[in-house]
């Protein structure tokens, strides 16, 4: 209600024309559920949409925003439960890390937790494909690492760990974008 301050006044009440004013603009940037929490509560990019809503119920002439989505979490801002994926990924990995460490050990699961993400991290920009394709590298890492201990006689954890770096030098040396050969200079 801030932002209908100039036109209702310091002490006096807002009108139900300035209410529906800021509601029609917290509907409009996607935060009406918001509506009670405090500021300090708020994320960025949520904190950023309440500032936008506040500008829009103004009903200025001219807005000039420098960046107005800069803070703007767009997973959250399309309604993903963001938290909830938050939450499931860290209690996935702890669980595989709880559940290998005595299988494999130390050094392989912090190779296989940074390798095959860090791999596919030189190759693609979004989350998404970064995701599945650091899957894919672990499972090949794992399945052509076991190949080589069976028949060269190595210790599978040495294998697989092997493998790993061996993708992730090749990405680093020949990634599209960020590669230290294809690089121009």
């Given at each position: 209600m801030m932002a209908r301050t100039p036109h209702t006044g310091l002490f006096r009440r807002p009108s139900r024309q300035s209410q529906a004013l800021v509601e029609a603009a917290l509907e409009r940037v996607g935060v009406d559920n918001l509506r009670d929490r405090p500021i300090g509560a708020l994320s960025g990019g949520q904190?950023?949409?309440?500032?936008?809503?506040?500008?829009?119920?103004?009903?200025?002439?001219?807005?000039?925003l420098d960046e107005p989505f800069a803070g703007v979490d767009r997973a959250q801002a399309a309604g993903m439960p963001v938290r909830w994926y938050y939450l499931g990924m860290v209690t996935a990995i702890?669980?595989?890390?709880?559940?290998?460490?005595?299988?494999?050990?130390?050094?392989?699961?912090?190779?296989?937790?940074?390798?095959?993400?860090?791999?596919?991290?030189?190759?693609?920009?979004?989350?998404?494909?970064?995701?599945?394709?650091?899957?894919?590298?672990?499972?090949?890492?794992?399945?052509?690492?076991?190949?080589?201990?069976y028949y060269f006689e190595?210790?599978?954890?040495?294998?697989?760990?092997?493998?790993?770096?061996?993708?992730?030098?090749?990405?680093?040396?020949?990634?599209?974008?960020?590669?230290?050969?294809?690089?121009r200079r």
């Amino acid at each position: 209600m801030m932002a209908r301050t100039p036109h209702t006044g310091l002490f006096r009440r807002p009108s139900r024309q300035s209410q529906a004013l800021v509601e029609a603009a917290l509907e409009r940037v996607g935060v009406d559920n918001l509506r009670d929490r405090p500021i300090g509560a708020l994320s960025g990019g949520q904190q950023q949409r309440v500032f936008l809503a506040r500008a829009l119920a103004k009903q200025a002439d001219l807005l000039i925003l420098d960046e107005p989505f800069a803070g703007v979490d767009r997973a959250q801002a399309a309604g993903m439960p963001v938290r909830w994926y938050y939450l499931g990924m860290v209690t996935a990995i702890s669980l595989t890390v709880v559940a290998n460490l005595q299988t494999v050990g130390v050094l392989l699961v912090i190779a296989m937790l940074v390798a095959p993400g860090m791999t596919a991290f030189l190759l693609v920009k979004e989350l998404h494909q970064m995701m599945l394709l650091g899957a894919v590298f672990g499972a090949l890492a794992g399945i052509v690492g076991m190949y080589l201990s069976y028949y060269f006689e190595l210790p599978s954890g040495s294998a697989i760990v092997l493998v790993s770096f061996g993708l992730f030098m090749l990405a680093f040396l020949f990634s599209p974008t960020q590669g230290i050969l294809t690089q121009r200079r």
